[in-house]
């Protein structure tokens, strides 16, 4: 089944451990980006990436790194957690659009990531 | 800068009644998404919109894209409770950046829906 698994689902930590969120994807997908999603605010992108190697920000990208080291994988890891992060994160991915002019496949979003940071 | 903009961001309705929900953005686009989102879930894609004109219909909703007044609507018709989550609209574009053509969405606020029986 193509899909977009993140993990975990929900995660409570306290300010300043260092955490990773993955993200994964079995559909051979260039693109892959997360997003924070907040009550009023909708859903801002963090950082992106357009293939391996290839990473740059997004709206909101303090406080948050990634890395792109295999197509797949699409991880965000957080160094020094705080409470202003504590959020419903989604990762997503698509093809490149040269690949899909059509639209055919528009964009896969995981579960989500609940997060807690206190 | 794109901005995306969606109103009204709570909606109540009564069973059966018809309303819609708007989708302003600021600049050009060539694709615009609906997503339907329960509560703790992740987003469903309802329909992806290409072109000016473009009118896509499923069961009780239907989504419509005029690009040159910049706007995406999504109606419902003779609304039911199970209609009831948060609707998104969301712009695609594609823009150059160092390491060549990259696509961008971009979300608005989204609207809750709630359907009283």
């Known amino acids: 089944e193509a899909q977009v698994t993140q993990n975990p689902r929900y995660l409570i930590t306290v300010t300043g451990k260092k955490l990773t969120v993955t993200c994964s994807q079995n559909m051979n997908h260039e693109y892959m980006s997360w997003y924070r999603q907040d009550p009023g605010l909708g859903l801002r992108q963090i950082y992106y990436s357009m293939n391996v190697e290839v990473t740059d920000k997004g709206d909101v990208p303090e406080g948050y790194k990634v890395s792109r080291k295999e197509k797949r994988n699409f991880p965000l890891i957080l160094e020094s957690p705080s409470p202003n992060q504590t959020s419903l994160y989604f990762c997503?991915?698509?093809?490149?659009?040269?690949?899909?002019?059509?639209?055919?496949?528009?964009?896969?979003f995981g579960s989500g990531t609940r997060l807690t940071v206190v | 800068e794109l901005k995306v903009e969606q109103n009204p961001l709570f909606l109540s309705m009564q069973e059966g009644k018809n309303y819609t929900i708007y989708c302003n953005y600021s600049?050009?686009?060539?694709?615009l998404y609906w997503y339907r989102q329960d509560p703790g879930k992740s987003l469903e894609s309802l329909f992806v919109l290409l072109s000016n004109g473009a009118v896509k219909q499923e069961g009780r909703l239907m989504a419509s894209l005029d690009t040159k007044a910049r706007l995406s609507t999504l109606h419902i018709t003779a609304a039911v409770h199970d209609l009831s989550a948060t609707y998104f609209c969301a712009v695609d574009r594609v823009y150059m950046n160092y390491g060549g053509a990259t696509n961008k969405l971009i979300f608005g606020t989204g609207t809750l829906l709630a359907v009283q029986p």
């Open positions: 600049t050009t686009s060539d694709r």
């Open positions: 997503a991915s698509s093809l490149s659009r040269y690949r899909d002019s059509q639209a055919n496949y528009g964009y896969t």
